[in-house]
């Protein structure tokens, strides 16, 4: 399973955002890590700045680069703005939608819950975290997993009506992919089109 396991606020603070959701320790210290953090003034070259739009994605949907450009290369063979497609498709994986969902409280519990078969997409078991989500599926909790903690306190929160392209029926616990979300629809900060420029070198 593709997955970054070091320290997140590390990470979010080499790309000045909370990438792997809310964090006390960014927010008080919101600048790059490091001795001289604070006063680091270099001027990035205009590949560095690709790659650290293209490394601060991959961090984001916790993904390792082979799955990550894998899955860039089929982007850039569907129809369409290569770069809303790419995002379009991440956005689609199976532990990202359950993350939307509401069903658990971060894209890397999203992920464990799906690798220990407790999500079902259309009534059958499905425990491969990229697995791609398509427009009228049925996301739900597995039924002997309804009662799980991690769950029920992740759906208290009411994340899941913040997404125009997901319902979410909080009496069978069980979510609808209505359709693929457009790219204003999207909330995540990323640049897509400095990830296309990188990876058409």
Same mark, same amino acid.
């Given at each position: 399973?593709?997955?970054?396991?070091?320290?997140?606020?590390?990470?979010?603070?080499?790309?000045?955002?909370?990438?792997?959701?809310?964090?006390?320790?960014?927010?008080?210290?919101?600048?790059?890590?490091?001795?001289?953090?604070?006063?680091?003034?270099?001027?990035?070259?205009?590949?560095?700045?690709?790659?650290?739009?293209?490394?601060?994605?991959?961090?984001?949907?916790?993904?390792?680069?082979?799955?990550?450009?894998?899955?860039?290369?089929? *982007?850039? &063979?569907? =129809?369409?703005?290569?770069? @809303? $497609?790419?995002?379009?498709? %991440?956005?689609?994986?199976?532990?990202?939608?359950?993350?939307?969902?509401?069903?658990?409280?971060?894209?890397?519990?999203?992920?464990?819950?799906?690798?220990?078969?407790?999500?079902?997409?259309?009534?059958?078991?499905?425990?491969?975290?990229?697995?791609?989500?398509?427009?009228?599926?049925?996301? *739900?909790? &597995?039924? =002997?997993?309804?009662?799980? @903690? $991690?769950?029920?306190?992740? %759906?208290?929160?009411?994340?899941?009506?913040?997404?125009?392209?997901?319902?979410?029926?909080?009496?069978?616990?069980?979510?609808?992919?209505?359709?693929?979300?457009?790219?204003?629809?999207?909330?995540?900060?990323?640049?897509?089109?400095?990830?296309?420029?990188?990876?058409?070198?």
């Amino acid at each position: 399973m593709a997955r970054y396991t070091g320290p997140q606020t590390k990470i979010a603070r080499k790309f000045g955002s909370p990438i792997f959701g809310p964090d006390k320790t960014f927010e008080k210290k919101n600048y790059p890590p490091g001795q001289h953090g604070q006063n680091r003034r270099r001027k990035i070259s205009e590949y560095g700045v690709q790659l650290k739009e293209k490394q601060k994605a991959k961090y984001t949907y916790g993904m390792l680069e082979k799955q990550f450009y894998n899955l860039f290369k089929k *982007a850039s &063979r569907i =129809k369409g703005i290569t770069g @809303e $497609v790419f995002l379009q498709l %991440l956005e689609s994986r199976l532990d990202n939608v359950v993350f939307r969902l509401g069903i658990a409280p971060s894209r890397s519990a999203a992920r464990q819950l799906v690798s220990h078969k407790h999500i079902t997409v259309n009534g059958t078991l499905v425990n491969i975290p990229s697995y791609t989500v398509k427009a009228g599926d049925l996301v *739900a909790v &597995r039924e =002997k997993s309804k009662s799980l @903690e $991690v769950i029920s306190e992740s %759906l208290s929160r009411g994340t899941h009506t913040k997404f125009s392209w997901l319902e979410w029926d909080n009496e069978s616990l069980k979510g609808k992919f209505v359709h693929l979300p457009e790219r204003d629809d999207i909330p995540e900060n990323i640049k897509e089109q400095l990830i296309v420029e990188l990876y058409s070198k």
